[in-house]
């Protein structure tokens, strides 16, 4: 009995044996693997370095070259400028918007300025000077809180419940963005401001907008109406409850009976109407706050300033972009008589 224990155990040890250096063969495979890895990576490293260190001068004569040609080119091109407008798009025009925008630019790409001048109202040689017309939106974190606000209080209770903040943000585009910024590009630091008009005048002549804000304006002058009569009535009630407040304090005392039901109903009364008024003054106030946002198709923000400035970036310029074309055409090359040589080699060792 005591000679099968023995047995047992011995075999358990050996079995335990086997598996921590099966374990430990396998540890090492993966290590050997990965410095395999790290030396691959190390021995092209060194190639790549042996490589810039014989063709240094080819690289560096491509390099210079490259620079002294963007700077020359820099100080020939013609100077661009830049000129931004911020405006609020009303009664759903921003669709419209973005396509005006879109067909002035694409008449701007094709070089056709008879028919940007014309549908700008500028001269042939300003329409000329143009070089771009884009726009985007002009929204940070603060603004989509609102326009989120403003979204879910016209969803009924269980809409709201099923939409968070972070899926309506998943879905906000570039359209729902109350601001948005128009960008003119132009060798001419003058055009843009010549074109305002032009631009916001193809939004405002939309018979549909112009209906629209006609509607918008009779919706607010009524709802003027009905808060300022409501008012007056909230001023009447309150005169004819002081009337009867005075009366009755006027009449004399009968006996020792007060009743004091009555005279907390009229205070409760007083009060309810003076939160009325404050609630109707409020309604106003916002009411006046739409009026001056809706006062136009097109409100603008920012104007288009006298002058555009100069565009300026390093990272578009010449001195920037042709020594980085050159450096990479060299490499290729000689990347490429590199891949031959090795070919030929190759084919005389085989």
């Known amino acids: 009995m005591a000679e099968n224990q023995t047995n047992n155990n011995s075999s358990d040890e050996i079995d335990l044996g086997q598996l921590f250096q099966l374990i430990g063969k396998a540890f090492q495979k993966l290590f050997n693997f990965i410095g395999s890895i790290f030396k691959g990576v190390f021995h092209v490293v060194i190639l790549f370095l042996l490589f810039l260190q014989k063709n240094f001068l080819v690289l560096a004569i491509a390099v210079v070259v490259g620079a002294i040609s963007g700077y020359v080119l820099d100080n020939l091109k013609t100077e661009k400028y830049i000129s931004r407008m911020v405006v609020e798009p009303n009664f759903n025009s921003v669709q419209q918007l973005y396509n005006n925008l879109d067909f002035y630019n694409d008449l701007a790409d094709a070089q056709d300025s008879i028919a940007l001048s014309q549908a700008l109202g500028i001269s042939v ?59 003119v590009i132009s060798t001419d630091n003058k055009v843009a401001k010549k074109i305002q008009p032009a631009i916001i005048g193809s939004i405002s002549a ?45 009449k004399p005392m009968q006996g020792t009976n007060i009743n004091l039901a009555e005279n907390g109903e009229s205070q409760n009364k ?79 060792n085989s």
């Open 125 to 183: 040689n300003d329409a000329g000077s143009i070089k771009e017309i884009f726009v985007d939106s002009y929204s940070d974190e603060n603004q989509k809180i609102k326009l989120f606000d403003e979204f879910i209080r016209e969803l009924d209770t269980t809409t709201v419940k099923a939409l968070d903040y972070e899926s309506y943000l998943k879905n906000f585009n570039s359209m729902d963005a109350r601001f948005h910024q128009i960008s």
């Open 206 to 250: 939309n018979d549909y907008f112009k209906l629209q804000k006609r509607i918008n304006d009779l919706n607010l002058k009524l709802q003027d109406s009905i808060i300022n009569n409501q008012l007056i009535e909230v001023d009447s009630l309150q005169q004819l409850y002081k009337t009867v407040l005075v009366k009755e304090a006027d």
């Open 270 to 348: 007083e009060l309810a109407l003076i939160k009325e008024r404050e609630l109707l003054k409020n309604q106003l106030v916002q009411l006046n706050q739409e009026k001056a946002n809706k006062s136009e198709i097109l409100n603008v923000i920012s104007d288009f300033p006298t002058r555009g400035v100069k565009q300026k970036g390093f990272w578009k310029s010449y001195k920037f972009l042709l020594p980085i074309v050159l450096l990479s055409l060299v490499l290729v090359a000689l990347g490429l008589i590199g891949i031959n040589h090795f070919l030929k080699q190759y084919g005389q």
